[in-house]
């Protein structure tokens, strides 16, 4: 099992391009989740969804929309990105286990 | 406020000590009380989970959750080089998500 997979592991944009970061989990789990981590912030979470075709916000979702497009994968897309928006991503899942989240190894974003 | 507060350190201790970290919180709805072990550039993985009050001992580890002080602690004994890495407390409650706390970096020195 590959775990919690993320593409692309770098990137680099300029202020206001889009792109589209991919999450995809081979675990059979029901919730996926996106953090950001900035330093000194600890993980922040964006947006979540427990299950397939459901999403909610989380404590930072502006600037940032998501996709579940099926039980593997969740997507998150930067219409416009800023700056601000300079961090390490995370995806995470959770299965049945309710302490217990999975995450991928992160993409690191510039955003120049 | 943050709902978890955690000393973001760095933390340099030698090899062999013992090594406290801890968090504390201020939201009473936590249920589950989790440590995370992250290293540079990799995604977090978990370490330990309490439920409620009360310790939790997994070989060199001890997790300690006191909800009346609304304090957690973890403990490493006999400390290696290897345990370097930035530790996240977590936490979570009625909520569907983890509140994180910001992590402490710690370095053990061989």
């Known amino acids: 099992n590959a775990g919690v997979t993320q593409t692309p592991k770098f990137q680099v944009l300029k202020t206001g391009q889009s792109m589209t970061l991919q999450c995809a989990q081979d675990?059979?789990?029901?919730?996926m989740y996106w953090y950001r981590q900035d330093p000194g912030m600890g993980l922040r979470l964006i947006y979540y969804?427990?299950?397939?075709?459901?999403?909610d916000k989380g404590e930072v979702p502006n600037g940032y929309n998501v996709s579940r497009l099926n039980k593997r994968e969740f997507s998150l897309r930067l219409e416009s990105a800023a700056p601000s928006q300079t961090s390490v991503y995370f995806c995470?899942?959770?299965?049945?286990?309710?302490?217990?989240?999975?995450f991928g190894p992160g993409t690191r974003l510039t955003v120049t | 406020q943050k709902e978890v507060e955690q000393d973001p350190g760095p933390l340099s201790v030698p090899e062999g000590a013992i090594v406290s970290l801890n968090c504390t919180y201020s939201?009473?709805?936590?249920?589950?009380f989790m440590w995370y072990r992250q290293y540079s550039r990799k995604g977090p993985e978990l370490l330990m989970y309490?439920?409620?009050?009360g310790n939790k001992e997994d070989g060199r580890f001890t997790a300690q959750v006191d909800k009346s002080s609304k304090y957690i602690s973890l403990f490493i004994r006999d400390s290696q080089p290897s345990d370097s890495a930035t530790y996240l407390c977590?936490?979570?409650?009625?909520?569907?998500?983890?509140?994180f706390g910001s992590g402490t970096r710690l370095q053990v020195q061989p």
């Open positions: 995470a899942s959770k299965g049945r286990v309710q302490y217990e989240q999975y």
């Open positions: 675990m059979n789990h029901n919730s």
């Open positions: 969804s427990a299950s397939e075709g459901t999403t």
């Open positions: 939201n009473s709805a936590f249920q589950y």
């Open positions: 309490t439920y409620s009050s």
């Open positions: 977590a936490m979570r409650g009625g909520r569907r998500a983890l509140t």
